[in-house]
């Protein structure tokens, strides 16, 4: 007689058992494949929803490593450095990139309506904008050594997908957090739209893992999926259908890569948010902000299963994933708040 295979399965492979509940009930994480130490120095980037996880370590005492410190008023300490949103993983892909000189895009500063510039690639971290493109490229100097500090003395890395579309140069290929015109216009219309496919998410995410771990091969990553909808799409078809889209490829894109790569885990922001257990009350009236205690069940689940006060066991993942290089990329890596929001105004 053949055995079910599903028989002896724990409650969490059953919808009954594991969904079908209470709702408070309901904690989709089965295992932890890595914990998070009070010693350990934890950076994260991605889009908005990021920004409440940095704000719960650092709440709970944990070592949230910021180096590049400045004014609240002026974006600093909402990211490690002040990098803002970084939507999509080419984008993270390309800021790795251009911190260590793999990469230097043609667009250098964007001019504003009143006058002032921005830097395309983060617009709105200056609240004030830069007086001209020079100050631009100081800051920006400032910006990417601190950006090279974060990447090689962090733990953890914590990354939030957050959308699959996003514009880009058609010149050099550089990805911007903002359309051109939403908070700065270049001098030229070299630029375009486009929608990432989760084949070139996963060979993006799969780069940027490995450049990662050759300046930092002990880094633990964590991986999560922003619940926040569109806010808009450009896409000719219904922003409630784009964005379906787009959070489905997010999600298809980490699970690929927390199946394939050691040290990467995948934690279920999204699912806890947007599951029918709490039948979407987790969203504000605009059903797209996320209520606070929405807010507070995911970093309860996120504290209960990733957050230890005891010592860490730390390894090396370099081995992991090789990327192909030439010598001159090998030796240049060796030596060394929601800006979507914009699109409403």
């Known amino acids: 007689?053949?055995?079910?295979?599903?028989?002896?399965?724990?409650?969490?492979?059953?919808?009954?058992?594991?969904?079908?509940?209470?709702?408070?009930?309901?904690?989709?994480?089965?295992?932890?494949?890595?914990?998070?130490?009070?010693?350990?120095?934890?950076?994260?980037?991605?889009?908005?929803?990021?920004?409440?996880?940095?704000?719960?370590?650092?709440?709970?005492?944990f070592n949230y490593l910021?180096?590049?410190?400045?004014?609240?008023?002026?974006?600093?300490g909402v990211y490690p450095a002040r990098f803002g949103n970084i939507y999509s993983v080419r984008q993270l892909l390309q800021l790795f990139r251009r911190a260590y000189g793999l990469f230097e895009p043609v667009d250098q500063a964007w001019r504003r309506e009143d006058g002032r510039f921005v830097d395309p690639f983060r617009p709105q971290v200056e609240p004030s904008g830069f007086a001209d493109p020079e100050e631009v490229a100081?800051?920006?100097?400032?910006?990417?050594?601190?950006?090279?500090?974060?990447?090689?003395?962090?733990?953890?890395f914590i990354f939030t997908l957050g959308l699959t579309e996003a514009w880009h140069s058609t010149v050099d290929g550089a990805v911007f957090p903002l359309a051109p015109g939403v908070a700065g216009m270049p001098d030229h219309r070299d630029f375009a739209f486009?929608?990432?496919?989760?084949?070139?998410?996963?060979?993006?995410?799969?780069?940027?893992?490995?450049?990662?771990?050759?300046?930092?091969?002990?880094?633990?990553?964590?991986?999560?999926?922003?619940?926040?909808?569109?806010?808009?799409?450009?896409?000719?078809r219904h922003v409630l259908v784009s964005t379906v889209a787009s959070k489905a490829a997010l999600r298809v894109v980490a699970d690929e890569i927390t199946r394939r790569e050691e040290g990467v885990d995948y934690f279920p922001s999204f699912e806890i948010i947007t599951g029918p257990h709490y039948g979407y009350r987790f969203f504000a009236s605009d059903l797209r902000e996320v209520r606070p205690e929405g807010v507070a069940r995911v970093m309860d689940i996120f504290a209960r299963h990733y957050m230890t006060t005891g010592p860490v066991e730390r390894r090396s993942y370099a081995g992991a994933a090789p990327v192909a290089r030439d010598a001159a990329e090998m030796a240049q890596l060796a030596q060394v708040v929601c800006d979507e929001e914009a699109i409403e105004r």
């Not at 100081?138 to 953890?156: I, S, Y």
Request: aromatic share 8%.
């Open 66 to 76: 910021v180096t590049e410190p400045g004014e609240t008023a002026r974006n600093f």
């Open 138 to 156: 100081r800051d920006r100097d400032r910006h990417l050594a601190a950006v090279r500090t974060m990447f090689e003395e962090c733990d953890v």
């Open 194 to 236: 486009h929608n990432f496919s989760v084949a070139e998410m996963v060979e993006d995410l799969t780069r940027f893992i490995a450049d990662l771990r050759l300046v930092n091969p002990a880094v633990r990553i964590l991986l999560t999926v922003s619940p926040v909808p569109l806010i808009a799409t450009y896409e000719t």
């Open 1 to 61: 007689m053949s055995t079910n295979p599903y028989r002896g399965l724990p409650d969490s492979a059953f919808w009954r058992r594991a969904v079908a509940i209470k709702p408070h009930e309901v904690d989709p994480v089965v295992e932890a494949r890595f914990r998070i130490g009070r010693e350990d120095r934890v950076a994260t980037a991605g889009s908005c929803f990021a920004q409440h996880i940095s704000r719960t370590l650092a709440a709970r005492g």
